[in-house]
């Protein structure tokens, strides 16, 4: 989702083995490609990438310098854009969701001293047997000390696009034609029984690490946790998979192996996403094509909303006029 870059092997760590490899290599690169494309009305036409946008530089001033917080999610959105029109018909097509073909986590600001050690520390690929492993030291401090995939500095995202898992600057990740920013609402989260429950019952809990687990856990007892902590979890989460390849065909949402922009974002705050009420959903394009279990940015916004037996636990605190 999002993806604006034609070639679809520009990740050191992708692979594609026999026959099937072949296949998923073909229908990679056609996705990539078709994330390039942009369609016109008058006259009638399709071009690649044409770099016309609706935010403006007033609206990115009053984002960086008074809205965004670490930890905030954005929903991004193109007009025109082939890909974004097939995801749109693919989940998400009512109300303001529609807009969004793309998620990522802002971050803030990195520092090399405490950030980089934790760059691609849960580093998965595929070996020559199909099997996916934890990736060696030199293929962890290879994409650690790769610009295209991380940049300490001040003010970065972190998305998953073409070329996989990386941190960019938000100056660049603001160049789109919608945005909506949403926020973490409770500064204290608690699980009442419900959500106990279906954090018991769910199977997508299982691999779990680190803070991640031990916020489970305690929310699991009965305790509070808070934003804060949560937060943190996420930032470490996110950093964990930089290098990561990009899900293509938007399949592999209870791997973490590989991610899809709004995958990748479940994936960080998977701690507590049933206390998000962000589940995957069966998506087929217009109903009925290419069906599978994943989650869009057309799902993240609807946690936004409240439903009869759930409280929004985020919130929208800024969107763009358009």
Same mark, same amino acid.
């Not at 990438?49 to 999610?73: A, E, M």
């Not at 595929?126 to 610009?147: F, P």
């Given at each position: ?35 390039? /494309? ?6 009638? #036409? ?16 009053? /984002? ?37 073909? +793309? ?35 030199? $293929?962890?401090?290879?994409?650690? $000390? ?50 106990? $429950? ?7 809990? +299982? ?37 990561? #390849?990009?899900?293509? $065909? ?73």
């Amino acid at each position: 989702m999002g993806s604006r870059r034609r070639a679809a092997r520009d990740n050191p760590n992708r692979q594609y083995l026999g026959l099937a490899g072949r296949l998923d290599r073909r229908i990679d690169s056609l996705f990539a490609w078709i994330g390039t /494309l942009k369609y016109f009305k008058s006259p009638i #036409c399709m071009v690649e990438d044409p770099g016309s946008y609706r935010i403006k530089g007033d609206q990115v001033r009053q /984002l960086i310098d008074g809205v965004l917080q670490p930890g905030d999610i954005l929903l991004r959105g193109y007009d025109g854009y082939l890909d974004g029109l097939l995801i749109s018909h693919s989940g998400g097509t009512q109300g303001l969701q529609a807009h969004f073909s +793309h998620a990522a986590i802002y971050l803030g600001d990195l520092d090399d001293a405490a950030d980089r050690p934790i760059v691609a520390r849960r580093l998965q690929t595929l070996d020559g047997s199909g099997h996916w492993l934890e990736a060696t030291e030199a $293929q962890k401090e290879t994409i650690r $000390q790769s610009t295209l995939y991380y940049q300490s500095g001040r003010q970065k995202v972190i998305h998953s696009m073409t070329r996989g898992v990386f941190v960019e600057d938000i100056l660049t990740f603001l160049r789109c034609d919608h945005l909506a920013v949403l926020r973490l609402k409770d500064t204290q989260i608690r699980y009442d029984e419900e959500t106990r $429950q279906n954090a018991a019952n769910t199977q997508l809990i +299982h691999d779990l690490a680190g803070e991640g687990r031990a916020i489970h856990e305690r929310l699991m007892r009965g305790e509070t946790v808070s934003r804060a902590d949560v937060l943190a979890a996420v930032h470490h989460s996110a950093l964990g998979k930089i290098g990561s #390849c990009y899900d293509f $065909q938007f399949n592999a949402v209870k791997t973490a192996h590989v991610f899809s922009c709004s995958e990748f974002v479940y994936y960080c705050f998977k701690s507590i996403h049933c206390y998000l009420g962000l589940l995957p959903k069966r998506h087929a394009f217009m109903d009925r094509f290419f069906a599978r279990d994943t989650i869009t940015p057309g799902d993240i916004f609807e946690t936004t909303q409240t439903q009869p037996n759930r409280a929004a636990r985020l919130e929208v605190v800024w969107s763009s006029a358009a």
